[in-house]
């Protein structure tokens, strides 16, 4: 079964740094893309990032842009975001998604149980 | 940037009634349009996908309609594990969720 597993939480002061990881089993990860979604406390869902299978291609939200980079390894079965300059409105359950398409629409299909990022001093 | 509005933002509802959720763009995103359900402390899932599509192992239940810029969630008969948070997703143009409605006992 489809297992995602993030890691690399805990608590930052602002301006710092912060990587994070997502550990997939049980499919395929080199053919899949795959996502960052936060959520911040009592807050909804908001996509950071997403990641072509190959890792050629990569987008995020205007809120990250040029601070976050999502990068994988596919001999590792590994999604990484990289957060530098960190802001306290980073603060936020990280959570890693797996990316789907089908009858016209692309997806979040499986969700990891998430990672929470505090940025605090 | 497409904006999502799901209405209402609450709901109160009791075990057997039927609850509908609507979930408005700010411009049309065809059927690019998916459902997820939130439990407190735990991942959204997947509910509904390309606007009326179920999931695989999604109760028969949960349905989904529209196109456009207008759409539905309903659940025909609400069962206890029901009562969570449930946010629409617009694939059309990058990617936005709409703000959330929490479902709750009455």
């Known amino acids: 079964q489809v297992q995602l597993v993030e890691s690399g939480g805990g608590v930052v002061q602002p301006g710092g740094s912060l990587r994070l990881s997502c550990a997939a089993s049980?499919?395929?990860?080199?053919?899949?893309?795959m996502h960052w979604v936060r959520q911040a406390p009592g807050k909804g869902l908001e996509w950071v990032a997403f990641?072509?299978?190959?890792?050629?291609?990569?987008y995020y939200a205007d809120s990250v842009k040029g601070r976050f980079t999502i990068s994988r390894d596919n001999s590792k079965n590994t999604l990484y975001l990289q957060m530098n300059s960190l802001r306290p409105e980073d603060t936020a359950v990280y959570y890693c998604?797996?990316?789907?398409?089908?009858?016209?629409?692309?997806?979040?299909?499986?969700w990891g149980q998430g990672t929470l990022v505090t940025v605090s001093s | 940037d497409i904006q999502m509005t799901q209405s209402p933002s609450s709901l109160s509802a009791s075990v057997g009634d039927r609850v509908t959720i609507t979930c408005r763009a700010s411009?049309?995103?065809?059927?690019?349009l998916n459902w997820y359900q939130q439990k407190p402390g735990k991942a959204p899932k997947l509910l509904i996908y390309?606007?009326?599509s179920l999931q695989s192992g999604v109760p028969s239940r949960f349905s989904g309609s529209g196109s456009g810029t207008d759409f539905t969630l309903t659940i025909s008969s609400l069962q206890p594990e029901d009562f969570a948070t449930y946010y629409c997703?617009?694939?059309?143009?990058?990617?936005?969720f709409g703000q959330g409605t929490k479902l709750e006992i009455k």
């Open positions: 411009q049309s995103i065809s059927s690019y």
């Open positions: 049980g499919f395929t990860f080199s053919s899949y893309g």
């Open positions: 990641i072509w299978s190959d890792g050629t291609n990569k």
């Open positions: 390309a606007a009326s």
């Open positions: 997703q617009q694939s059309y143009s990058t990617y936005s």
């Open positions: 998604a797996k990316a789907e398409f089908s009858s016209g629409s692309y997806y979040f299909d499986y």
